[in-house]
């Protein structure tokens, strides 16, 4: 167990709609990334945030967007959601100032039917 | 920016036996991490091994060791003993010291261990 609890496991869901993914970092990680992964793309960075704040933006795509709570927690919003969405959407938290690993939790994998 | 290679695609091995698995890195800064993490059928990204740019011994843990050579840019996983369970795919990641330490990630590479 990584300590890092991302919810839903699972999630299926139509064109067009809306979801939201949430994570909870490891306790004391200041850090969150959120990551793709895609079996064309392989793990894409999505973005990362810091301590409530945005820290690094990667390929995140416009329709999607993140954010972190006082608490820590981060959830990433997806809307407008197409086929090519659907992919293992990884959240990691690493400790922060320090090139340590980043632990990841167990994804959600999302189905756009 | 950084690059990760992982030039194969899959590996075989037979079970007991060690397996190299191959990463080259490219990158401009001078303090960095290097990680391999392992991912199972099941989906989730376990974290295998860490090795930071200015550390003079190869890192090991249990069974996995890191052969890190920098003037190759090289940071290969050796797991020794291989077991069933080691059937996998494997990424190498590298982040660099200072900034955001945002992991970039290697293509993978698949390994499958024989009975």
């Known amino acids: 167990d990584s300590g890092v609890t991302q919810t839903p496991k699972h999630l299926i869901t139509a064109t067009g709609q809306r979801v939201t993914l949430r994570c909870s970092p490891r306790?004391?990680?200041?850090?969150v990334y959120w990551y793709q992964q895609s079996l064309d793309q392989g793990l894409q960075f999505l973005i990362q945030?810091?301590?409530?704040?945005?820290?690094a933006k990667g390929n995140i795509l416009e329709r999607f967007s993140a954010q972190q709570f006082p608490d820590l927690h981060s959830e990433l919003n997806l809307s407008s959601l197409e086929l090519g969405d659907s992919a293992l959407y990884f959240c990691?938290?690493?400790?922060?100032?320090?090139?340590?690993?980043?632990?990841f939790g167990q994804g959600t994998r999302l189905t756009v039917v | 920016a950084q690059k990760i290679t992982q030039t194969q695609p899959g590996m075989f091995v037979q079970e007991k036996e060690a397996v190299t698995l191959d990463c080259t890195y490219d990158?401009?800064?001078?303090?960095?991490?290097l990680f391999w993490y392992k991912q199972p059928s099941s989906g989730e990204m376990i974290f295998l091994i860490y090795?930071?740019?200015?550390?003079?011994q190869n890192a090991t843990e249990g069974r996995y060791s890191l052969n890190f050579q920098k003037a190759r840019k090289s940071a290969n996983l050796v797991i020794s003993a291989s077991q069933l369970g080691d059937s996998a795919m494997y990424f190498c990641?590298?982040?660099?010291?200072?900034?955001?330490?945002?992991?970039?990630f290697g293509r993978g590479t698949s390994l499958i261990v024989h009975p």
């Open positions: 945030y810091y301590n409530g704040e945005e820290r």
């Open positions: 990641a590298m982040s660099p010291s200072g900034g955001s330490y945002i992991p970039t």
């Open positions: 306790s004391g990680d200041l850090s």
């Open positions: 990691a938290s690493s400790m922060a100032g320090v090139n340590t690993e980043a632990f």
């Open positions: 990158t401009s800064d001078q303090s960095y991490g």
């Open positions: 090795q930071g740019s200015y550390d003079e």
